[in-house]
């Protein structure tokens, strides 16, 4: 085992991304790693997708698919290029998985066939073997948005926001699996007669790779189907019920489509004979079962995390399964299946940078923005695009919007309020006051860092971004621990693969300044006629 690498694969909307790591080394190091653009590689654009938005042409408004063909041709490309490159695939004694959450396929009994014969080798590659697997020809993404009817009929059926909420540990969004399901099944029957198995990407790859077609889902992405019982990590009957009403079988049919559930780090089996003789792999790797690209990113992080991306990710460790009852947050488990909270605010940093752009302002007067103008000190709201946390419609800024208003200010301002409103909105599921972890761009400015951990009253550290992928690899060693019975010692890991930064501590008046400013905004429209807002 002193030799022993392990592997993370992650099938994302854009590209396909390995990563190998050695984690007994000191320092743990990534050894070879590979990312293959769907857009740009010619074995993988070549399954009808559209060149900019990575989709299959859509047969109507709503509809988000992309070929499963390409995710299949990807793989065999991932491990030919990592072959190719004198990767050590025989020393690989652990994989895991990640892919797009709320991502599925609909299988056969051919497909649940295809993958068994994985299992005794041959020499066709994925693509050729997988002919005729799919009872429904695309991979419905997390991109849908024409269920949302399907996604309303299961909120009443079950009684409206609260009971959803408190079962599934979400609030019924049109692109969880649950909604989209419903909707092929009525839109489609011959589909849904044919249809042997749904599984979710990381399932169906898991399945794939052990040869093993009864791979169970995993907690972490079973969340995010509106069929799993949050807290008993079991399949609900009436979710199962909600979810299959007026569809032919009801419950019982849809739930034998269905395989079990499991952690993430349970073992799906040892890697299947096909990727032994194509690729070299050793037949003692073991598969695990994986998870989705946000339960697998959280593993690099131990505490909560922040990520400022064009939208603002804010991921909670919970300690114990708890729901956002608002509705606003997805309650989740990561690809270890420890439970968190995951929150995504739409007018994140390209408001921030929308903003810059309209007055041609560069970094550095964006930075000096916030030096001179006092933190908390504008009340300014500009949400361009409709937000889900907390849902509101959008809210304009004529000033901001034509370049006519002062950009320090309004630059201030917006910064603030994106930041105090993210913050407000997780008081219901925020437990810890331990260091908060950064991501992403506006990071590295020191004013954001400084007024971050004033608003989130905790120290703030900054990390690299690690991504899914290593993340998966992580995942993927503990797997192999459980089994050899020896510890993983993820927290040296993490330290060497994603070292934090110097942490900045917050100002106890600014924090009492960013509270009082909490408390105007959330009395203003439309955030006062929200579920969650101040009585």
């Known amino acids: 085992m002193e030799r022993a690498l392990t592997l993370g694969i992650d099938i994302s909307t854009q590209s396909i991304s390995a990563v190998i790591l050695s984690p007994l080394e000191s ?52 491990f030919q290029d990592l072959a190719a ?79 959803v909420v408190e079962l599934s540990g979400s609030n019924s969004p049109a692109r969880f699996t649950g909604a989209v399901v419903r909707r092929t099944a009525q839109t ?37 189907m509106t069929l799993m019982d949050y807290q008993k990590r079991q399949w609900s009957r009436e979710l199962l019920q909600a979810v299959s009403r007026g569809l032919p079988g009801g419950a019982d049919a849809l739930e034998a489509k269905l395989p079990g559930l499991d952690s993430p780090v349970a073992e799906a089996g040892t890697i299947a004979r096909y990727f032994q003789e194509r690729y070299g792999f050793s037949p003692r790797c073991i598969v695990n079962l994986g998870s989705g690209d946000n339960p697998q990113s959280k593993v690099m992080i ?18 114990t399964p708890l729901v956002d009852r608002s509705g606003y947050a997805n309650s989740m488990y990561d690809g270890l299946g420890n439970p968190f909270v995951f929150a995504c605010r739409t007018n994140g940093a390209m408001v921030w940078d929308r903003l810059r752009s309209i007055y041609g302002a560069d970094l550095v007067r964006a930075e000096e923005a916030l030096e001179t103008v006092r933190p908390a000190g504008e009340e300014v709201v500009w949400q361009p695009y409709a937000e889900s946390y907390p849902q509101v419609p ?50 590295a400015s020191p004013s954001i860092r400084r007024r971050i ?32 019975g020896r ?42 006629n929200s579920p969650g807002a101040p009585a």
């Open 27 to 78: 320092p743990a190091r990534v050894v070879a790693q590979v990312s293959l653009p769907y857009r740009d590689d010619p074995r993988l654009n070549c399954f009808g997708i559209h060149h900019e938005s990575l989709l299959v042409p859509p047969r109507e408004p709503g509809e988000a698919d992309q070929p499963p063909e390409m995710f299949l041709a990807g793989l065999d490309a991932l």
């Open 188 to 224: 489609a029957p011959a589909v849904w007669e044919q249809t042997a198995r749904i599984s979710l990407l990381s399932s169906f790859f898991s399945a794939l790779l052990s040869g093993n077609p009864d791979c169970p889902i995993d907690w972490g992405n079973g969340s995010g």
């Open 394 to 443: 959008p809210i304009e800024l004529e000033e901001a919007r034509s370049g006519t208003g002062d950009f320090a200010r309004l630059y201030s301002g917006i910064v603030d309020s994106a930041l105090v409103l993210t913050r407000y909105y997780a008081d219901s599921f925020e437990v810890s006051r331990e260091p908060l972890a950064l991501t992403g761009g506006p990071s």
């Open 302 to 319: 131990r505490g909560d995390l922040l990520s400022l991306g064009t939208s603002f990710v804010y991921m909670v460790d919970t300690g």
């Open 85 to 163: 490159e004198g990767a050590p695939l025989d020393r690989v004694e652990a994989l895991s998985v990640s892919a797009q959450q709320h991502g599925h396929v609909y299988l056969s009994t051919g497909g649940l066939e295809a993958i068994a014969s994985l299992g005794r080798g041959g020499e066709s590659d994925l693509v050729k073997r997988f002919e005729g697997a799919f009872s429904y020809g695309t991979a419905p993404i997390w991109q849908t948005a024409n269920s949302r009817l399907q996604a309303q009929e299961i909120r009443e059926v079950l009684g409206g926001v609260a009971p």
């Open 453 to 484: 951990a004033s608003i989130f009253e905790r120290p703030v550290i900054v990390l690299d971004s690690s991504g899914a992928a290593l993340g998966s690899s992580l995942a993927a060693w503990q797997t192999l621990c459980n089994a050899r």
């Open 487 to 528: 510890e993983a010692e993820l927290d040296r890991l993490r330290q060497d693969l994603v070292p934090p930064g110097e942490m900045v501590h917050p100002d106890r008046e600014l924090s009492s300044a960013y509270r009082e400013l909490a408390s105007r905004l959330v009395r203003r429209a439309p955030f006062a």
